[in-house]
């Protein structure tokens, strides 16, 4: 059993930077896809960023490309990720997620994580 437990939400000016991090408890490292997701009110969950743990190899949204990094801590057991030039477009419950794989690829799909985090707001104003 994975737990995730995330933090470092809260409210920004466009423009500012916040940095959430989470962290991992009851997790081997092993072949597995830690990622962020974001959910606004009325839309999808989406995938934010991604990242394999085993080689350390990232995906991105394309809307938060050259703005969000995602990396992790394996000392720590820890995931982060900054969060640059925050447009209002940003605002959104963020969630931590987790899934061992077989392969080397993260999903883009929430359903197929099999642990998540209880979120966090990140509330971006213009």
């Known amino acids: 059993q994975v737990q995730l437990v995330e933090s470092g939400g809260g409210s920004v000016q466009a423009g500012g930077s916040l940095r959430l991090s989470c962290a991992a408890y009851?997790?081997?490292?092993?072949?597995?896809?830690m990622g962020w997701f974001r959910q606004a009110p009325g839309k999808e969950r989406e995938r934010v960023a991604a990242?394999?743990?085993?080689?350390?190899?990232?995906y991105y949204a394309d809307s938060v490309k050259g703005r969000f990094t995602i990396s992790q801590d394996n000392a720590k057991n820890t995931l982060y990720l900054q969060m640059n030039g925050l447009k209002p477009e940003d605002t959104a419950m963020y969630y931590c997620?987790?899934?061992?794989?077989?392969?080397?690829?993260?999903?883009?799909?929430?359903?197929?994580?099999?642990?998540w985090g209880q979120g966090t707001q990140v509330t971006v104003s213009s």
């Open positions: 997620a987790f899934m061992y794989v077989l392969g080397g690829t993260c999903p883009v799909r929430p359903d197929v994580y099999t642990y």
């Open positions: 009851g997790y081997s490292y092993s072949s597995s896809c």
């Open positions: 990242i394999y743990t085993l080689s350390g190899i990232t």
